[in-house]
T-cell receptor, first 121, second 115 residues
Framework: AQKITQTQPGMFVQEKEAVTLDCTYD???????LFWYKQPSSGEMIFLIY??????QNATEGRYSLNFQKARKSANLVISASQLGDSAMYFC??????????????????FGQGTILTVHP | SAVISQKPSRDICQRGTSLTIQCQVD?????MFWYRQQPGQSLTLIAT?????????ESGFVIDKFPISRPNLTFSTLTVSNMSPEDSSIYLC????????????FGPGTRLTVL
């Protein structure tokens, strides 16, 4: 079974609009982390945002926010005020395993299939 | 955050040859990882490179095909052996970013084309 599911192969958004990229996950581990990465055409993987399973509040990083719904096992990425430079592949990922108070975790990272976001001017 | 570099950035190789990819981290890290990303696909973990011990390989990946070295806490190599066109992929090295966010930072990747 897929541990990370991204159901949107491609998404389009108008510049300056907000867009939500969907991600659902499957785990029985109570301790896990959820990540979003951006991969432009250059191929590099750019870390965007992180949400821990014990975090009470949704994570935010600038124009990125994570809509974390633990009971539904979803971790959707919201990009506000889209820019042309946001056009890229976006990956949701999960890391299961032990997470201590300092945040150190040793589980492996499992990626979803990705969503290609295209921002139109 | 950790800064990761990889060499080479890209290469075109002949079938049957081997290529060694180097990964350098600017700080000491416990865990380093090697991923493969085939064209149009997601990332798949090849193995976890452990300092001072054998690498831990994921299902479908074997040491004879992808030998890995981890001589110290800042460096690792991945060799793609006896290459075939199916090995054409981006190979990415990553490392734990530190004790707070659990994130993994990635190198820029190595684009490999096998003819």
């Amino acid at each position: 079974a897929q541990k990370i599911t991204q159901t949107q192969p491609g998404m389009f958004v108008q510049e300056k609009e907000a867009v939500t990229l969907d991600c659902t996950y499957d785990t029985s581990d109570p301790s896990y982390g959820l990540f979003w990465y951006k991969q432009p055409s250059s191929g590099e993987m750019i870390f965007l945002i992180y949400q821990g399973s014990y975090d009470q509040q949704n994570a935010t990083e600038g124009r990125y926010s994570l809509n974390f719904q633990k009971a539904r096992k979803s971790a959707n990425l919201v990009i506000s005020a889209s820019q042309l430079g946001d056009s890229a592949m976006y990956f949701c990922a999960m890391r299961e395993g032990f997470t201590n108070a300092g945040g150190t975790s040793y589980g492996k990272l499992t990626f979803g299939q990705g969503t290609i976001l295209t921002v139109h001017p | 955050s950790a800064v990761i570099s990889q060499k080479p950035s890209r290469d075109i190789c002949q079938r049957g040859t081997s290529l060694t990819i180097q990964c350098q981290v600017d700080s000491q890290v416990t865990m380093m990882f090697w991923y493969r990303q085939q064209p149009g696909q997601s990332l798949t973990l090849i193995a976890t490179a452990n300092q001072g011990s054998e690498a831990t390989y994921e299902s479908g990946f074997v040491i004879d095909k992808f030998p890995i070295s981890r001589p110290n806490l800042t460096f690792s190599t991945l060799t793609v052996s006896n290459m075939s066109p199916e090995d054409s992929s981006i190979y990415l090295c990553s490392a734990d970013g530190g004790p707070i966010y659990n994130e993994q930072f990635f190198g820029p990747g190595t684009r490999l084309t096998v003819l």
